[in-house]
């Protein structure tokens, strides 16, 4: 439809001022046609009033006037038009003709009625040699309009026709360029369009012209773009239906054992497990929907003001009965608020998942200390371990979805610092690992101060 | 039977040990591709449960290194990777089956006696010597129609006798089969086991013979009544 009335468009704005030039070059030529119709004419009234005057003689002292047929057939064009005359002396004496005529200056036609009739007139002065006093003569000839206008309207109906065929084949041409011209954007439409598509591929229209190649390149490059986001998000569902396969087959194996085991202790063990399994995985669902929910445009970006201190404290609290299980001296240092802007759901499950990291690979009985600062500007979280720590070679892969330390014992699910990187950076901060000060992790993040 | 269990999520490895020992397999279990081989050298495994995400040494690598050097062992690949392209390679690197994770114990146990039913050349799920039946299926024996009980050790012996029944199995092969890793094998109490199963046997029509530097051997007593 859009490309119909694009084509419509187009041919309104060629067509129509065509017209309208068409229409202003048929009234000059019709002002041509009367022109020229008028100059025929007069022309004919002359030589008919030349015919007539020259016919004027002194015939035995007298003046004689004989009409020359010559001089009445000359109008004769088919038309049916009556000739008047009326040959007069120089004192005004009717010669022939009729006296009743209405007069006309010499050398130049009147238009003017007579006898129910518009008559073109025009006088002719000839001086008649030996008629004393009465030369010279005047001589009058009318003539009805029927000839004129057959020949204005024969004059201005071939300049009308020639307009309109122009218009007519300007139009038809207009039709056919576009026709050609707009043939590679129904080409692309049909392309994009086409059921065969179902991958993103780049669209190709050959012969598309200058003019439209930029939008199928950006076509192409939008695809282009939509793809690679696509490839990205299937590679983390496959990876994430791959992390969720192994904790499914361990929580049916623990649960075939329970239902087969007859000793009450071993099946208690067994249930006991089950749960702890299915805590686990709840845990990786979690994750796996916060990272699905901080993925850049997955949900509307929300700017909150939150404390960042209130929020690490809300979250230690929580952990705190997981840091007694494992005996680890978990502290949190702050001096007074940290306001930060950001989605405060995330940034909360950003603090879970570093604290949550600290306390899962810390030292039995070792440490785990969260600090807040306000520094230059920047909220300053660092969350310190005193676990192994991550080798400098691997620290920039821990933040890749799924990625795990090889040899690493530790059932983790690779999906915290992933958050973590992913929380942080759609705030406007940056998150860096180093050393902490009793060997162990130090993760740092910097947020803009509110 | 003697399974050998590779899988290094040591959670999974650990309950599907304990679930498999429940029906009376001897179950070991290694947590990185590079102890398979060592593990197979140490024991006389029927069977490999082989995952495929292994750290230092891929699951297929383990196979194709197995295969490589003759080792005809059966093996089941347990994997997260459900594609089509993954079973394909598996089966393709010398997997007897596959089994993609999550899967019921059940299944995996189906899969377990199919392969070794396979393994010694028996179509029937029922192995009989005399009156003495083992149901592959139940994994219980059963002698003239009643159940007979056995504890876990006293099963793998009679059950490694009776997949060899009417041939010798020495009592180096009958020790590799019934003892996993975890356990000090001592030949001696093999000579213990065999004699409880031989008062169990008692009174029915097949016996458990001593062929002295030789080892043991099931088989039908045609002389009893």
């Not at chain 1, 017209?19 to 020229?36: E, P």
């Not at chain 1, 016919?55 to 009409?67: I, P």
């Not at chain 2, 279990?29 to 029927?46: C, S, W």
Request: with cysteine.
């Amino acid at each position: 439809m859009r490309i119909n009335s694009l084509r419509l468009q187009l041919l309104a704005w060629v067509v129509l001022p065509l017209a309208g030039l068409a229409t202003i070059n048929l009234w000059t030529s019709q002002r041509n046609a009367l022109a020229t119709a008028d100059l025929v004419t007069d022309r004919m009234l002359v030589g008919s009033a030349r015919a007539i005057a020259e016919q004027v003689a002194m015939v035995d002292g007298v003046l004689d006037a004989t009409v020359p047929p010559a001089a009445i057939e000359m109008f004769d064009t088919g038309d049916r038009d009556s000739v008047y005359y009326r040959v007069e002396t120089a004192g005004g004496r009717l010669l022939t003709g009729y006296p009743d005529l209405p007069e006309a200056p010499q050398h130049a036609s009147v238009e003017a009625a007579y006898r129910d009739h518009q008559l073109r007139l025009l006088t002719l002065g000839h001086a008649v040699i030996g008629a004393g006093n009465d030369s010279p003569i005047s001589v009058t000839v009318g003539v009805t309009l029927a000839g004129h206008d057959a020949m204005v309207k024969q004059l201005w109906f071939s300049a009308f026709a020639q307009q309109l065929a122009l218009v007519a084949i300007a139009g038809v041409f207009v039709l056919l360029g576009l026709r050609r011209g707009l043939a590679p954007l129904i080409r692309l439409r049909d392309a994009v369009r086409s059921p065969n598509r179902s991958d993103l591929d780049p669209v190709e229209v050959p012969g598309a012209q200058s003019e439209i190649r930029p939008l199928i390149d950006a076509l192409n490059a939008y695809m282009e773009r939509v793809r690679a986001q696509m490839a990205a998000q299937r590679r983390f569902i496959a990876n994430a239906a791959h992390q969720l396969r192994t904790p499914l087959a361990l929580l049916s194996t623990q649960a075939s054992y329970a239902l087969r085991e007859s000793a009450a202790d071993a099946r208690q063990e067994a249930l006991v497990a089950l749960q702890a399994s299915s805590g686990k995985l709840a845990r990786l669902a979690e994750q796996l929907l916060t990272l699905s929910r901080a993925e850049p445009g997955s949900r509307r970006p929300r700017a909150d003001r939150i404390d960042l201190a209130e929020a690490a404290r809300h979250v230690l609290e929580t952990l705190a009965p997981t840091a007694i299980d494992r005996k680890i001296d978990l502290g949190l240092e702050e001096a007074g608020p940290v306001p930060v802007i950001g989605d405060g759901t995330m940034l909360r499950e950003m603090i879970v998942n570093l604290v949550d990291n600290a306390l899962r690979y810390s030292r039995a009985e070792g440490s785990v200390t969260v600090k807040l600062a306000a520094i230059d500007g920047e909220a300053v979280l660092t969350v310190a371990d005193d676990g192994p720590g991550i080798p400098a070679d691997e620290r920039d892969h821990v933040f890749e979805r799924f990625y795990r330390i090889a040899g690493s014992t530790e059932e983790g699910s690779g999906l915290g610092l992933a958050i973590v990187r992913e929380v942080v950076e759609n705030a406007g901060g940056r998150v860096t690992l180093g050393d902490g000060a009793a060997g162990g992790l130090l993760v740092e993040v910097r947020l803009p101060l509110a | 039977m003697r399974l050998l269990l590779v899988e290094d999520n040591r959670e999974l490895a650990d309950w599907l040990g304990k679930t498999l020992r429940q029906a009376n397999y001897v179950v070991d279990i290694v947590h990185d591709g590079e102890d398979v081989e060592h593990a197979l050298a140490a024991g006389d495994h029927a069977l490999v449960i082989l995952d495929l995400a292994l750290p230092r040494m891929s699951g297929l690598e383990v196979l194709r290194m197995l295969r490589t050097r003759g080792n005809r062992v059966p093996v089941i690949v347990l994997t997260a990777n459900a594609s089509l392209d993954g079973r394909v390679k598996g089966l393709n690197e010398g997997a007897d089956d596959y089994l993609a994770k999550p899967f019921q114990i059940e299944e995996l146990e189906a899969r377990i006696r199919a392969q070794l039913r396979r393994a010694n050349d028996r179509t029937a799920p029922v192995v009989a010597c005399g009156d003495l039946v083992f149901d592959t299926n139940t994994r219980l024996f059963s002698l003239a129609g009643e159940a007979l009980a056995l504890t876990p050790r006293e099963h793998a012996v009679l059950e490694q006798l009776m997949v060899k029944a009417g041939r010798t199995v020495s009592k180096a092969a009958l020790s590799a089969a019934i003892y996993d890793f975890e356990t000090d094998a001592d030949p001696s109490a093999i000579e213990i086991y065999v004699h409880r199963v031989r008062k169990k046997l008692d009174g029915s029509r097949v016996q458990i013979a001593t062929l002295r530097g030789l080892g043991y051997l099931l088989r039908q007593d045609d002389l009893a009544p």
